[in-house]
């Protein structure tokens, strides 16, 4: 430039965006920093010739592209809990009551008492009798998950013999909160290696990552640090759906634990998801003195033998691989840390060993649906975990259809998925007689050119028809289930699964997550055969997976292969009988009490993640409201029984007034202006919080006055209650009186008032 001819050549700057938006400004040829505050550069190139600057973004010298984060609204991120699943409540199904035992629910039913319309779920047990639950206690129901898929007794109601039950589940559980805290203690005082903070490199890793980070990835990724930063073993699982990011929460793990100058292990289940691992961590980590290496069948065993030589010898930082990293001849000069991705695909033995290793290095378990063990160990606390459910920003639902096997529906699949330029797999999990199909799906569709895979074929050849796959020298793929885990192939949007009657609930859901990584609309066909009847565990397996449509569905998979195939041998023989009497989502319940009872007062045991007990409902006191309003949600404001009865279950588990304001705004957004029964819904919500935080039992009328019974009122100065609340209240060492004012408005008002006169009192006694 005419400057440069001068002598006088701006100052060069790279300015790149960090990961919340932030600008770093690096030093130009003499030494100087821009130093102007940090703010949005957009990727425009922009020349200030009087202060002979010339600004440009990394887009425009390196090429890097981040996508603009996408603003989301608060409302469609929905936290996925094990209980979120166990709303889906169908008539018919049995229930657990809390306080009341096994039933069979039948559905919501509108009475009339005492002249006030409400909406209840319905309930019935032994001897016909009949339970009607109002909808703030809706909480109190849980689906009854058992230990296999015979149906349990179902109770009666006023007996003890459910109260017996409750008791005997409760002294087992006691029994087992100890072994776990034993366990976690353990854990907490086993000596470990803490790994460095945070270095420049690895920011500019992170910096470098081609999208947006969803605030559950930027969280994991966090908590993952974090542990990784104590003096003590990590162990912690990453529950995040097919596609969701957790390679790289697990690339960023390893890349932390190299510039600590220790050796990473990451383990897969198959070959052709090691072969995509290796690609995926070498490009990324090309940049950076990182040696990655791979050790599986795709490579000879002279290639094997040199790769164990250098991992002994410290030369080799990161080695991806199958369980053939867990044979005994595999030698680390420095292990950190142990990635296992989809750990229920690998054998007993494998997992021994894994549990070996748990108590020297720091494990990082990946998966997209939790063996039930896996999400039960988390979900009591033994296990961190943190789950990624928030989409990527352009991702859209996989349509899913099951279908008899149809081959005009098979050539329109595939012709469609061809004429948008994408490719298709056909999955046929039997490798005898996958090449007559593969000839005959190119003959139904003789413009598609057909490859097949399985894992049975050489190496070399199993390698090339993978590859060629990806660089889309093929348009189908007909292959066995050795695409199912992890494989990425953005290209593929259309996946048929043949016999899929066949397969496992977790087995199909991940089959089908290899489609629809990206922004286009994928399609999913289950075909079962044409002259068969299906049976009942399958049918009822397809019907989930169909239902499972939406994003980030992968935990709720989890707890429908709990419940078609029961609880099982979860915690072993000792605990079968218990799990059977009370349930499965009541028996964690009461286990994660136990938990947080048990764990004060003990070292280490206080460490039991929070952020993990979360995950499971905790188990409040019943609060009896039964006040002279119509709470429900209206049939024309929320015409589907089934979506009203899963607000309901949300509504009444809420635990704070914000939850409660949140879920007033939440309904407005979705249905419209709140119509009278749904305020005084959030209204009857907002009193049993308060309720349930100051030792109050119930809240009702009776002859013809307003009665607060609380056990919370011993606590407190009830002299200062009745001058706060004044003459016309009367208060008594259990019970508080106020007058039913004619005015609904006014009674409320004055209800709420004096809740949260109570609710202060217990909280503040001083006061």
């Known amino acids: 430039s005419p400057q440069a001819e001068r002598g006088n050549a701006p100052p060069l700057h790279s300015v790149e965006r960090g990961p919340g938006g932030e600008v770093d400004s690096t030093a130009g040829p003499g030494g100087e920093v821009d130093s102007r505050p940090p703010g949005e550069v957009d990727s425009t190139a922009r020349t200030h010739v009087a202060e002979r600057l010339i600004l440009l973004t990394d887009a425009e010298v390196f090429g890097i592209y981040k996508p603009e ?13 094990p209980e979120t699943f166990l709303t889906d409540l169908q008539p018919g199904d049995y229930v657990v009551h809390v306080e009341h035992g096994i039933g069979i629910f039948r559905g919501l039913v509108t009475l009339n008492l005492d002249g006030v319309d409400n909406e ?22 849980s689906r009854y998950v058992g230990v296999d898929d015979r149906p349990p007794a179902v109770h009666r109601l006023g007996t003890a013999d459910w109260g017996a039950i409750k008791r005997r589940a409760k002294r087992a559980v006691e029994e087992v909160a100890e072994e776990l805290l034993e366990i976690y203690a353990a854990r907490e005082i086993a000596p470990g ?9 690895q920011q500019e890793l992170e910096n470098a990552f081609p999208y947006v980070e969803t605030e559950d990835q930027l969280r994991a990724i966090e908590q993952v640090k974090r542990d990784m930063e104590r003096d003590r073993p990590m162990d912690r699982l990453i529950c995040g759906d097919v596609g969701y990011g957790k390679t790289e929460v697990a690339l960023r793990a390893a890349f932390k634990a190299v510039m600590s100058g220790m050796q990473v292990a990451l383990l897969v289940p198959t070959t052709v998801l090691a072969q995509q691992h290796y690609q995926t961590f070498a490009e990324r980590l090309a940049p950076y003195p990182i040696v990655v290496e791979m050790l599986s069948r795709f490579r000879s065993r002279k290639e094997q033998e040199t790769v164990l030589e250098q991992m002994a010898a410290g030369k080799v930082d990161i080695v991806i691989g199958t369980h053939r990293l867990l044979q005994k001849d595999v030698r680390f000069k420095a292990l950190g840390l142990v990635i296992v991705d989809e750990e229920q695909r690998f054998g007993v033995s494998h997992k021994e060993r894994l549990k070996k290793m748990r108590t020297e290095v720091d494990v ?16 009591s606390g033994v296990r961190d975990m943190s789950t990624i459910d928030t989409p990527p920003a352009e991702r859209l639902a996989i349509k899913t259809t099951v279908s008899q096997y149809d081959e005009t529906l098979i050539r329109t699949a595939i012709l469609r998925e061809l004429d948008r330029g994408g490719q298709v797999y056909f999955v046929h999990n039997r490798v005898m007689g996958i090449d007559q199909l593969a000839q005959r799906i190119a003959r139904v569709v ?10 049975q074929m050489p190496e070399s050849q199993l ?10 020298r093929y348009d189908v793929l007909v292959c066995t289930s050795i695409i199912e885990s992890g494989l990425d192939i953005p290209n593929a949007n259309t996946i048929i699964i043949n016999q899929a009657h066949r397969f496992g609930l977790a087995q199909l859901y991940q089959l089908r997550g290899r489609v629809g990584r990206g922004a286009v609309r994928a399609y999913a066909y289950l075909l079962t055969p044409r002259d068969m009847e299906v049976g009942e565990m399958a049918r009822k397996r397809l019907e989930a997976i169909a239902e499972a449509s939406d994003l980030g569905a992968g935990f709720r998979i ?19 009988g218990h799990i059977a009497a009370v349930g499965f989502d009541l028996y964690t319940r009461l286990l994660a009490q136990a938990v947080r009872e048990l764990r004060n007062g003990r070292p280490g045991a206080a460490q039991v993640a929070d952020e993990t007990l979360a995950y499971v409902a905790p188990l409040q006191e019943g609060i009896q409201i039964n006040l002279p309003l119509r709470v429900y949600l209206p049939p024309d404001y929320v015409p589907d029984a089934a979506l009203r009865l899963r607000l309901y279950r949300r509504m009444a588990s809420l635990l704070s007034l914000e939850d409660v304001e949140a879920m007033g705004q939440e309904l407005a957004d979705r249905f419209g202006e709140l119509p009278e029964p749904v305020t005084n819904l959030l209204y009857q919500l907002r009193l049993k919080v308060l309720a ?16 607060i019974k609380a056990d919370g009122l011993e606590t407190i100065n009830r002299d200062a209650l009745q001058r706060y609340a004044g003459p016309a209240v009367r208060v008594s060492r259990r019970q508080v009186w106020l007058p039913l004012h004619p005015n609904q408005a006014t009674w409320q008002a004055e209800l709420e008032r004096l809740l949260r006169l109570i609710h202060r009192m217990v909280h503040d006694p001083g006061r």
């Open 193 to 201: 290696h803490a790994f460095a903070p945070d270095t420049p490199w």
């Open 120 to 141: 209840y779920l319905q309930v019935d047990y032994a001897a016909n009798d009949r339970l009607y639950v109002p909808i703030h206690q809706a909480d109190r129901l």
């Open 364 to 379: 990082l378990t990946l998966t997209a649906t939790p063996i039930p063990r896996t999400l039960y160990m988390s979900l």
């Open 446 to 455: 003789p413009e598609a050119r057909v490859a097949v895979a399985h894992g």
């Open 463 to 472: 390698e090339r028809v993978m590859m060629d796959f990806v660089a889309h």
């Open 558 to 576: 989890a707890m429908r292969d709990l419940e078609i195939r029961g609880a099982g041998d979860i915690l072993g023989a000792r605990q079968h």
């Open 692 to 707: 349930l935080e100051s030792g109050v039992q119930s809240i009702s009328v009776e002859a013809g006055q307003l009665l």
């Open 69 to 81: 984060p996408r603003r989301r609204s608060p409302l469609t991120r929905r936290t996925v809990t």
